[in-house]
């Protein structure tokens, strides 16, 4: 079946930028999310990408997309401590049923 | 008010007891999911459902049920809980076209003895 795969953790200073990749197998994936998850709450939509695009920008969030690598990664400019919580990464395809990694934990230091 | 509102949002009960989470939503959506996540496991799908007469198991549905109530209603039940299904759950929702995320709710902690 399909796999996402996401490292588990990440430790950056504050006003660094972070990295979060993320690779997947799913060839036919068709759209590629990126959600945040704060202590005591749920999954936020951060930002999406469809699969024929490869970049797309917003604000301090940059998402890369090399789809012959199905590999997916998410910037985040000038890091702040309130960006500190759970990144997942998810795609989905045809079924339009999204398939998620396990989570990478942002730890933002000052 | 949120658009997805999940019931209890803790829960504390023994094992071998029936219990019910309840999650409705007011965004109009068709499309409803029961997710646990565990640390270090992320999301795991336990049952989705595209409309009210569409029920589906997802990769955990062993141990669980669900029942479509109406388009805005969608609720999981353990008949016997048993001590590894301490997790937290999540619902979600979605509308039909390819490219809407999913809205999750804030989640249910359960913890069974």
């Known amino acids: 079946g399909e796999d996402v795969e996401q490292s588990l953790f990440l430790s950056v200073r504050e006003g660094d930028s972070s990295v979060i990749n993320c690779t997947y197998t799913?060839?036919?994936?068709?759209?590629l999310y990126w959600y945040k998850q704060e202590p005591g709450a749920g999954l936020q939509l951060l930002t999406y990408i469809f699969s024929n695009m490869d970049m797309k920008q917003d604000q301090r969030l940059t998402v890369l997309l090399n789809k012959k690598d199905k590999h997916l990664s998410l910037r985040i400019a000038d890091t702040q401590t309130g960006d500190s919580a759970i990144y997942f990464c998810a795609e989905s395809g045809g079924s339009y049923i999204p398939t998620f990694g396990r989570g990478t934990s942002l730890i933002v230091h000052p | 008010d949120a658009d997805v509102t999940q019931t209890p949002r803790n829960r504390i009960t023994k094992t071998g007891k029936r219990i019910m989470l309840e999650c409705s939503q007011t965004k109009g959506h068709d499309r409803m999911y029961w997710y646990r996540q565990d640390p270090g496991l992320g999301l795991r799908l336990i049952y989705y459902?595209?409309?009210?007469?569409?029920?589906n198991k997802g990769e955990i549905s062993d141990g669980y049920s669900v029942s479509r109530q109406a388009q805005a209603k969608f609720s999981l039940s353990l008949e016997s809980a048993i001590p590894n299904q301490t997790a937290l759950y999540f619902c979600?929702?979605?509308?039909?076209?390819?490219?809407?995320?999913?809205?999750f709710g804030d989640g249910t902690r359960l913890s069974i003895l």
């Open positions: 979600a929702t979605s509308g039909l076209q390819g490219d809407q995320p999913q809205h």
């Open positions: 459902s595209f409309d009210v007469k569409d029920i």
């Open positions: 799913d060839s036919s994936s068709t759209y």
